[in-house]
Structures are given as C-alpha cells and as structure tokens.
C-alpha cells in the first residue's frame, strides 16, 4: 500500500481528534508512521522512496501518512514540529515517538519491528 497523503480533516477522521479530545487516543487500527515534510525539502525528498519501500513490505502490518507542513500548518503547530522531516511512530498502545531527520532504512525498520509491531502479552 502506498503512503497515505492526510489533511487536517483526515487526521481527526483517522488518527485523534484533537478538537474533541485532549488526552491523546489513537483511531487507527494498525500502528502508524506520520512523516511531516515538505515539497522544497531536501532530506524529506530523500526519505520519501524509503517511506514507500516500507509502505509496501509492510502492507496490512502498519500505515504509513503524510502530511505536508506547507499545507497543513495547524497539524505542523499542534505537534510543536519545527524541523522536517519529522516523524512521529504510533504504536497501538502507549505514546507516540518522534524522530527528527531522514533515517536510514535499517534504522526505520528497528524502530518498526521493536516499537510498532510488538505484540502483547495477550496476543502472544
């Protein structure tokens, strides 16, 4: 699956409604990568294909989002980002982690395998 572009709109359908809500409390039903980036974006441009890469060899495991701070600068002001590319992992369960900078693929793949696929007691 390709990596799913959202707009501010989309992201209170599909990840939190920070409108509604203020304890945070995520939607999804598998875990998420939120990559904030932008067009102009050198390192965002060079992430990209590896987001794609991922998007696809892990398809029905995990989704992967975009999101464009030109486009979407109340999201890019909620989560305080202030550097792209920015990315914020969502596990199924507990807090978000974010990780600023273009990161290997090696490095995506740990955080994926070890923080967003984890499987709990009661689904082991």
Do not use: R
Not at 37 to 51: E, H, N, T
Not at 81 to 100: D, E
């Amino acid at each position: 699956m390709a990596t799913i572009h959202l707009s501010a709109q989309d992201f209170k359908d599909k990840i939190f409604d920070y409108e509604q809500k203020e304890e945070w409390n995520y939607k999804g039903e598998l875990p998420a990568i939120i990559d904030f980036y932008a067009d102009w974006c050198g390192p965002c441009k060079a992430i990209a294909p590896v987001l794609e890469e991922l998007s696809n060899e892990y398809d029905g495991q995990l989704i992967i989002y975009k999101i464009d701070t030109d486009k979407e600068s109340e999201l890019s002001g909620m989560f305080g980002i202030q550097s792209i590319p920015t990315l914020l992992f969502i596990p199924l369960q507990g807090n978000l982690m974010v990780q600023k900078g273009a990161v290997p693929k090696n490095a995506l793949q740990k955080i994926i395998e070890e923080k967003l696929l984890v499987k709990t007691n009661e689904e082991k």
